[in-house]
C-alpha cells in the first residue's frame, strides 16, 4: 500500500480550507470541490521565454499574480528567477489548465508540492504539458535540484519535457505513463541523469530522497476494472469515471480534480443548463439549479470581464453574435443585421502564432470596432524582420486602430514609431479588458522615448490586471491621470515610473483649465478624463449654446445636446428649447402640429380609421380641415372628397369579399384532405390490422395481418443497429393512398424460418411491441408500432434523477412477464438488453426485436444459431463457445438488462475487449453491484448468471420475485431522488397511437391497477406501484 501513501493526507497547503468539511464529519481531501467557487482563481500567462528587462520587476510581477491563487485558468510561466527569490507562495496552486513552464531559472527547489492536474488546454510548442528545462546557472554551482510536484498525478493533454537541467535528480524516476493521460513516447523527454537514489519505500519511484517525495500511483496499478484513477489496488478501490488526479473514494463527490467539471464539490460531464426538459408536460422549463461553465468549474456568476454565450463564460462572442450588457451582465446575442466587426487579436484564432502587429496582418485590423484578445506591438512589428521577410511597419497603417473600441485582452506598447508622438491613434478606445493578460499587466506602455503623452481621451474602464508605464523619458501628464477611477476593482494597480520628471514640465505641461481634477491623457479640452463645467461630445467647454451660436442647446446635467431641426433659433438670448426632440421647442422653425413642431401639415397621412388632412393658419399651427376636403383655405380651394368616397368604400369592400372567399376555399381544402387522411389512417390501421377479438380462446385470423409491399415503406434514418440487425426510422404510405403512418422497420441480418414468421404475427402481450406488418423482401422486414420515448437505455440515462426505485422496479415486473409470456409461447429472443426495451410512457415499456427469436418445436430444448455477429456482453457462456440459445440463456440476458436499469445506462464490462468476455466468465467475474442496488436485488442478479442454465431461476419465478419487492421498493432500492420524479395522474390523460387507433384489440384482459401510498422523505413523490 506504499504506492497509494500519499492519498490519505492532504496537501499541507489546504488545511485551512477543511473546516466546513470537518463540521459535516467528512475530513478527507475533498477541500477542492467542496466549496464550488470559493477558491481563489487567477488568470494565467503566454509569455513563453520573454521577460521583462528588469529581474525584480519579474518576480515581483509573478508573487503579485499568483500569490493565494489556487487555479491557474490558463499558462503558469515561471522564468528568470534568481536563487534568492521566496516561491513559497506557488504552494497554494492545485489546479493549471494550460501548461507549466519552468525555465531560465536559478533557484533550487520548485514549490508546487499541492499541483495535482495539469489540464493542457494550450500546450507549450504545441507538444508539452510541463516544460522544465535550462534551469542552472552556467558560470555557478546552482541551480534546479528537486521537482516538488510530489502530488501531481494527472496531466489529461500533452507531454512531459524536461532537459538540460544540470544538477536536477530523480526526474527519470517518475513513472510518468502513470501521470501523463495518453502518454506518447515522443512527447516524453526525461533523461537519465539522476546520481541520488528514492528511499527503499518508494520502491524506486520518487520526487526526491525523503520518505514523504514517494510517486503516488493512481492508474497503472489499477485492477482491470477500473475506468481511470484509483485509491487502492481493488475493483472496490476505483475511482468515479469523472475523477482526475485521483480520489478518496469511489463517489463523483471524492474525486481530487475532474476530467470535466466541477459542479459545486461533485464531478460532472456538463454543468447544469439553463433549461430542462419536463418529460410529462413535453416542455422545456428554466432550470433553477442552472450554473455556468468556467473552465473546468460551474459557476452561477461568470467573472465580470467574461461574456455570457448560452451557458459558458467566454472571452469573446463568436461571429454571428454581438456584444452587449443587460442588468450589469454582458451577454453575446445574436446580430439582427451585419454584426460589428469584431477581429482577432494578436495569438488568437486566424492570428494565433503572431507575435506582433506588422506589415503582413496591420490590413486584417482594418474598420475593426473589437479586438478579440491582444495588440501588441514588438521592435520586430514596427522595424520589420529580415529573418521573416517582413518589412517595416508604415506609421500611416497604425490610423487603422481609430476605429477600435474595445481590446479584449490586454495592450502591450514595446514599440512605436519615433515619428508618433502619442497614442492618439487609439482616441477611440473605452474599454481594455484584461480577459487575457501579459504577466498581470492589461495596459503596458515600455521604454517609448519619443512619446510626450497618452492621447487615450475615450478609455473609461480597465477591467482587470494591471496598468505598467515606465521608462518613457518624454512622457507627460501621466501624473495627472486618475487610474484608480478607470479600474474595476481594488486589486488593479498603476506601476507608473522612470518617466519624465512632472518638474521639469510642471509648468508647461498642465492640463486645460476646463479639465477636472480626474486628469487629463494631454494638452486641450479635448483630452479630460472629465470636465469642470460641461462637455460637448468629447470636448469641454465652459457653458452649452442655450442663447447665442449658430446651433443651439440645452443642457442635459452636464452634456450639451442640440436642439431639434425643426427648433427656430431664438433671439434676444432666449431659449431655443429645453429638451431633446420636436416637441421641446420654443418656437417652431416652420408649423407646429399638436405638441410637434413638423416641416410641413400632414397631407392625406394614413390614420387609425381614415386619412388625415391639415391645414396652417396663419399662425402656422396645423387644423384639421371639413370632413369631406382634402385641404383648408376658402370655399372655393376646397377640394371635396364627395366623389371619392364611394369609390373608396367600394373598394374596401370588394377587397374584403374577395379575401373572405379565398380563405373559405383553401379551410375547405384542407378540411377535406384532413377527412380523407383519417378515413385512409381508420381503414389500414383499424380494419386491416386489428386483430379480432375472440372470447372463444381460438387463435386469432392471421389473414387480416398485412403483407406489405417494399414500395410501400420508405426509411428515414437509422434509429439504431445490433448484432442482429438494424432499426430505421420510417414512412408507410399504403398503395393507393396519400396517408403517411409512422413506423418502426427491422431489418433481420439473418432470415427466420416461415414457422417463425407465422408465431411473430400471433404475438399479442401489454409489454411487447406490437408487430403491424411484414414485409417478405430478400432480407425480412418487420414493421412495428413507433414507440415516442425511444429506447430505455437512452431513457434512464437521459431521466436518471426523476427515476425512483418504485419504477425501476415495476419495469423488472414488466420486462419478466413480458419474457415469460414469450417463453410460452416457445420463442426464444436471443437479444434482451435495455436497448431493445422500448418506452411507451414512463410507466408502460415493451420489449422489442422478439421478431429476432426462433421457436422451439415442442419437443426442442434448446436452438443453434448459425455464425454472425453475437452481442457478446449480454449473452450466457454457452451461447458464446456453442451458439446454443435457450429460455434460461434469455435469463441470462435479462440480468445484465436489469444490471443496465439499475446503473441507469451503465455499460457492462466497461473496457473490457469483447474477446476476454469468455475467459472472464469462466473466471468466475461478473457484473458488480450497482450502488443503489440492496445485496437482495443484486443476488438475483447473480443467479440469472449462473454457469448451470438449469440453475438460473424462470422467467416466471424472476416476476413474482420482482412484484414482491416493488410492493416495498425502498427497502430494496437506495435512491436519493434531486428533482421531482415523474407524474403517473398527468401521463393518465396521453394516449398513444395503438390505444387510440385500435381500442382494447388484445386478446387479454385489461390491467388491473392498483396503488400503495408510501411516505419517502427522500423523494419529492412516489409512483404508485402497479401489479401487472
Known amino acids: 500500500m506504499a504506492l497509494f501513501n500519499n492519498l490519505s493526507s492532504c496537501p499541507s497547503g489546504a488545511r485551512g480550507s477543511l473546516s466546513v468539511l470537518e463540521a459535516s464529519g467528512t475530513s478527507e481531501c475533498k477541500f477542492s470541490l467542496s466549496f464550488s467557487f470559493l477558491f481563489a482563481v487567477c488568470t494565467g500567462t503566454e509569455n513563453k521565454l520573454s521577460t521583462l528587462s528588469d529581474l525584480d520587476q519579474q518576480y515581483r510581477t509573478l508573487r503579485k499574480y499568483y500569490e493565494n491563487c489556487e487555479v491557474v485558468m490558463g499558462n503558469l510561466e515561471i522564468t528568470s528567477i534568481d536563487r534568492s527569490r521566496d516561491l513559497s507562495f506557488l504552494r497554494s496552486i492545485r489546479e493549471v489548465t494550460g501548461y507549466v513552464l519552468v525555465a531560465l531559472n536559478q533557484f533550487e527547489y520548485l514549490p508546487l508540492e499541492n499541483l495535482r492536474i495539469i489540464r493542457g488546454t494550450r500546450l507549450y510548442e504545441d507538444r508539452y504539458a510541463l516544460a522544465i528545462f535550462l534551469n542552472y546557472r552556467r558560470d555557478g554551482n546552482f541551480g534546479l535540484h528537486q521537482l516538488g510536484l510530489k502530488n501531481l498525478t494527472e496531466i489529461l493533454n500533452g507531454g512531459v519535457y524536461v532537459d538540460q537541467n544540470k544538477f536536477l535528480c530523480h526526474a527519470d524516476t517518475i513513472h510518468w505513463q502513470d501521470i501523463v493521460k495518453n502518454a506518447r513516447p515522443d512527447h516524453l523527454v526525461v533523461p537519465s541523469n539522476s546520481s541520488q537514489r528514492c528511499h527503499r519505500g518508494c520502491n524506486g519511484r520518487c520526487w526526491g530522497p525523503k520518505e514523504d517525495q514517494c510517486q503516488s500511483l493512481t492508474k497503472t496499478v489499477c485492477a482491470e476494472q477500473c475506468d481511470g484513477r484509483c485509491f487502492g489496488p481493488y475493483v472496490s478501490d476505483c475511482c468515479h469515471r469523472e475523477c482526475a488526479g485521483g480520489c478518496s473514494g469511489p463517489k463523483d463527490t471524492d474525486c481530487f480534480a475532474c476530467t470535466n467539471f466541477n459542479d459545486s464539490g461533485a464531478c460532472v460531464t456538463q454543468c447544469p443548463q439553463p433549461f430542462v426538459y419536463n418529460p410529462t408536460t413535453f416542455q422545456l422549463e428554466h432550470n433553477p439549479r442552472a450554473k455556468y461553465t468556467y473552465g473546468a468549474f460551474c459557476v452561477k456568476k461568470c467573472p465580470h470581464n467574461f461574456v455570457v454565450d448560452h451557458s459558458s463564460c467566454v472571452r469573446a462572442c463568436p461571429s454571428n453574435k454581438m456584444e452587449v450588457e443587460e442588468n450589469k451582465i454582458k451577454m453575446c446575442i445574436p446580430c439582427t443585421d451585419i454584426c460589428p466587426k469584431a477581429c482577432d487579436g494578436i495569438g488568437t484564432a486566424s492570428l494565433q502564432m503572431a507575435q506582433t502587429v506588422d506589415s503582413n496582418n496591420i490590413d486584417r485590423f482594418i474598420n475593426c470596432t473589437k479586438i478579440n484578445g491582444n495588440l501588441v ?55 481594455i479588458g484584461g480577459r487575457s493578460l501579459y504577466s498581470g499587466i492589461s495596459l503596458l506602455v515600455l521604454k517609448q522615448q519619443w512619446i510626450s503623452s497618452l492621447k487615450l481621451q475615450s478609455l473609461g474602464e480597465i477591467s482587470a490586471g494591471n496598468v505598467y508605464v515606465t521608462n518613457n523619458s518624454q512622457l507627460c501628464y501621466y501624473n495627472t491621470v486618475n487610474w484608480t477611477g478607470l479600474f474595476r476593482t481594488s486589486t488593479q494597480k498603476a506601476l507608473i515610473r522612470n518617466n519624465r520628471d512632472p518638474k521639469e514640465f510642471l509648468d508647461r505641461m498642465i492640463c486645460d483649465p476646463l479639465c477636472s481634477d480626474a486628469g487629463c491623457w494631454g494638452p486641450g479640452p479635448d483630452q479630460c478624463l472629465s470636465c469642470r463645467f460641461f462637455s460637448r461630445g468629447r470636448t469641454c467647454v465652459e457653458s452649452c449654446n442655450l442663447h447665442e451660436g449658430d446651433v443651439r442647446e440645452f443642457a442635459n446635467g452636464s452634456v450639451c445636446l442640440e436642439c431639434d431641426a425643426q427648433c427656430e433659433v431664438a433671439g434676444d438670448d432666449g431659449l431655443t428649447c429645453t429638451g431633446p426632440g420636436p416637441d421641446h421647442c420654443v418656437k417652431c422653425l416652420h408649423f407646429k402640429d399638436g405638441p410637434n413642431c413638423v416641416e410641413k401639415c400632414p397631407d392625406g397621412l394614413q390614420g387609425a380609421n381614415s386619412f388625415i388632412f391639415k391645414y396652417a393658419e396663419v399662425n402656422n399651427e396645423c387644423h384639421p380641415c371639413h370632413v369631406n376636403c382634402t385641404q383648408g383655405g376658402p370655399a372655393n380651394s376646397c377640394g371635396c372628397l364627395q366623389r371619392q368616397t364611394p369609390l373608396i368604400a367600394a373598394g374596401v369592400i370588394g377587397g374584403l369579399f374577395v379575401v373572405i372567399i379565398v380563405g373559405l376555399s383553401v379551410a375547405i381544402s384542407v378540411r377535406r384532405k384532413s377527412i380523407k387522411k383519417k378515413r385512409a389512417l381508420r381503414r389500414f390501421l383499424e380494419t386491416e390490422l386489428v386483430e379480432p377479438l375472440t372470447p372463444s380462446g381460438a387463435a386469432p385470423n392471421q389473414a387480416q395481418l398485412r403483407i406489405l409491399k417494399e414500395t410501400e415503406l420508405k426509411r428515414v434514418k437509422i434509429l439504431g443497429a445490433g448484432a442482429f440487425g438494424t432499426v430505421y426510422k420510417g414512412i408507410w404510405v399504403p398503395e393507393g393512398e396519400t396517408v403517411k403512418i409512422p413506423v418502426a422497420i427491422k431489418i433481420l441480418n439473418e432470415a427466420t424460418g416461415p414457422k417463425a414468421n407465422v408465431e411473430f404475427m400471433d404475438v399479442s402481450h401489454p409489454h411487447l411491441v406490437r408487430l403491424l406488418g411484414v414485409c417478405l423482401s430478400p432480407t ?152 443503489i442496488c440492496t445485496i437482495d436485488v443484486y443476488m438475483v442478479m447473480v443467479k440469472c448468471w449462473m454457469i448451470d442454465a438449469d440453475s438460473r431461476p424462470r422467467f416466471k419465478e424472476l416476476a413474482a420475485e420482482f412484484s414482491r419487492m416493488a410492493r416495498d421498493p425502498q427497502r430494496y432500492l437506495v435512491i436519493q431522488v434531486r428533482a421531482s420524479q415523474l407524474d403517473e395522474e398527468e401521463l393518465e390523460d396521453l394516449m398513444d397511437a395503438e390505444e387510440y387507433l385500435v381500442p382494447h384489440a388484445f386478446s387479454i384482459p385489461p390491467l388491473a391497477y392498483t396503488t400503495r401510498s408510501r411516505m419517502d422523505p427522500n423523494r419529492v413523490s412516489v409512483l404508485p406501484y402497479h401489479a401487472e
Open 780 to 931: 425480412i422486414q418487420l414493421v412495428t408500432q413507433l414507440m415516442p420515448h425511444g429506447c430505455l437505455l437512452d431513457y434512464v440515462h437521459e431521466h436518471k434523477d426523476n427515476i425512483g426505485s418504485q419504477l425501476l422496479l415495476n419495469w423488472c415486473v414488466q420486462i419478466a412477464k413480458g419474457m415469460m409470456y414469450l417463453e410460452d409461447r416457445r420463442l426464444v429472443h436471443r437479444d434482451l438488453a435495455a436497448r431493445n426495451v422500448l418506452v411507451k410512457s414512463p410507466n408502460h415499456i415493451k420489449i422489442t426485436d422478439f421478431g429476432l427469436a426462433r421457436l422451439l418445436d415442442a419437443d426442442e430444448k434448446e436452438y443453434n444459431a448459425d455464425g454472425g455477429k453475437m452481442p457478446i456482453k449480454w449473452m450466457a457462456l454457452e451461447c458464446i463457445h456453442y451458439r446454443k440459445f435457450t429460455h434460461q440463456s434469455d435469463v441470462w440476458s435479462y440480468g445484465v438488462t436489469i444490471w443496465e436499469l439499475m446503473t441507469f445506462g451503465g455499460k457492462p464490462y466497461d473496457g473490457i475487449p469483447t474477446r476476454e468476455i469468455p475467459d472472464l466468465l469462466e473466471k468466475g467475474e461478473r457484473l458488480p453491484q450497482p450502488p
Open 377 to 431: 506591438f514588438l521592435i520586430t512589428g514596427i522595424k520589420g524582420d529580415i529573418y521573416h521577410n517582413i518589412e517595416p511597419l508604415d506609421p500611416e497603417k497604425l490610423n487603422v486602430f481609430r476605429t477600435v473600441r474595445e481590446i479584449t485582452g490586454f495592450l502591450n506598447i514595446q514599440s512605436w514609431p519615433e515619428n508618433m508622438t502619442d497614442l492618439s491613434v487609439f482616441s477611440n478606445l473605452a474599454t
